[in-house]
């Protein structure tokens, strides 16, 4: 790949159907796509749900991604990977065969009614910032200012 390139890292998630499944079909379908490289992959890790609990248990991961696509566009690409494994938005927090979260973008820091970016609670949420700090320790939350070893290790020791 060529051109300016930023490191991105993705949430996943699944609950239902063949959860791990549908976490490699979507990993499958970034590799698919001209301007996006998959460059690491964290382990597949099972969580129970929050929010609305009522539900089967979850499978999350984080992927690391170099692309050349404007924030807006690596947006779509996440809708459209989610529509094609048929997810349905009904519930808030609710069950769903894959959830994409752009969990940060570079260093660049979105507020839109669309999209914020860092994503506004990864750092609350050991199933994202666990397999996050897995593959990407020395990444840096621009918000926080922290990289997201000091942010995990922070959100464990308040656990303890």
């Excluded at 390139?5 to 949430?11: E, N, R």
């Excluded at 890790?45 to 609305?52: Q, R, S």
Aim: with cysteine; glycine share 6%.
């Amino acid at each position: 790949m060529n051109g300016n390139q930023v490191i991105s890292y993705i949430g996943l998630g699944s609950n239902i159907g063949d959860r791990k499944a549908n976490l490699d079909r979507a990993i499958d379908m970034f590799r698919e796509l001209n301007g996006i490289e998959v460059t690491a992959v964290s382990s597949y890790y099972n969580t129970a749900p929050v929010g609305y609990t009522e539900q089967p248990d979850f499978l999350n991961a984080v992927i690391e991604l170099r692309i050349t696509l404007p924030v807006s566009r690596l947006l779509e690409v996440c809708r459209d990977i989610e529509k094609s494994l048929k997810r349905e938005r009904t519930i808030r927090w609710g069950p769903r065969t894959i959830d994409l979260d752009i969990l940060l973008y570079g260093d660049v820091m979105v507020n839109q009614e669309s999209l914020t970016v860092p994503h506004p609670r990864m750092h609350e949420r050991d199933f994202v910032m666990r397999p996050l700090n897995e593959i990407a320790p020395k990444a840096y939350h621009p918000v926080f200012k922290q990289t997201i070893d000091e942010m995990y290790r922070g959100m464990r020791n308040k656990s303890i």
